[in-house]
């Protein structure tokens, strides 16, 4: 069985542009996390949802931020436009439902220059 | 002072050694999970556990509800088991959301 695939794996990308990084969680799995690792502030939720639908977004950073979930097998955070700051890794995570133990992707590196 | 600390935040040990690493929390929760970060970057879920204790082949997880104390031990440690280990905590009031500590850089010499 696949485990959660993300793409792209590295992005590098100027100041300004708009990122797409893309989840696909494991099939059967009704519960999709977002998070994000820098050395400042270790790794951090930043969105879920359960069942295709955002439960909890209060980690998103700002209106920059946005995440949808269109449908079971696909996921998007978006970064519009794209900071510095924003430059870190991010991984998505599913579960089978929304207590139980979550796996992680690959993680997509983020540098914004 | 952060809700979920981690000691020790280094450690180093020479291949064959017992290994703990100590997790302390000071909320209510509803689990513990204990990741591990390789040096590649990827993560991997190690266990989740609510009481008590969970063994998977070398490494044993316990918890401590009363102590809001967590420990994951690894026996007979190989360089392979070099990695970052993360505590993370779900809080009683947090849905699924996880609260993670800083980590644990562990080394293990051949």
């Known amino acids: 069985d696949a485990g959660v695939i993300q793409s792209p794996r590295h992005e590098v990308t100027e100041m300004g542009q708009e990122v797409t990084l893309r989840c696909k969680p494991i099939?059967?799995?009704?519960?999709l996390f977002w998070y994000r690792q820098t050395m400042m502030r270790g790794l951090e939720l930043l969105i879920y949802?359960?069942?295709?639908?955002?439960?909890?977004d209060s980690g998103m950073p700002e209106d920059r931020f946005s995440a949808k979930m269109p449908n079971a097998s696909f996921s998007t955070l978006k970064i519009q436009p794209s900071e510095p700051r924003d430059s870190a890794v991010y991984f998505c995570?599913?579960?089978?439902?929304?207590?139980?133990?979550?796996?992680f992707g690959p993680g997509t590196r983020l540098t914004v220059l | 002072k952060n809700e979920v600390e981690q000691s020790p935040q280094n450690l180093t040990a020479q291949e064959g050694e017992f290994i703990t690493i100590n997790c302390s929390y000071s909320?209510?929760?509803?689990?513990l999970h204990w990741l591990q970060q390789h040096p590649g970057g990827g993560i991997v879920s190690l266990f989740m556990?609510?009481?008590g204790k969970k063994k998977h082949g070398r490494l044993i997880a316990t918890i401590n509800i009363q102590e809001k104390h967590s420990s994951l031990h690894i026996t007979a440690s190989h360089p392979r088991d070099s990695a970052v280990y993360i505590c993370?905590?779900?809080?009683?009031?947090?849905?699924?959301?996880?609260?993670f500590g800083e980590g644990t850089q562990l080394t293990v010499n051949p």
């Open positions: 995570a599913s579960s089978l439902a929304l207590y139980n133990e979550q796996f």
């Open positions: 099939s059967g799995h009704n519960s």
């Open positions: 949802f359960n069942n295709n639908v955002p439960i909890d």
């Open positions: 909320v209510g929760i509803s689990a």
């Open positions: 556990l609510s009481s």
């Open positions: 993370a905590v779900r809080r009683e009031t947090s849905g699924s959301r996880l609260t």
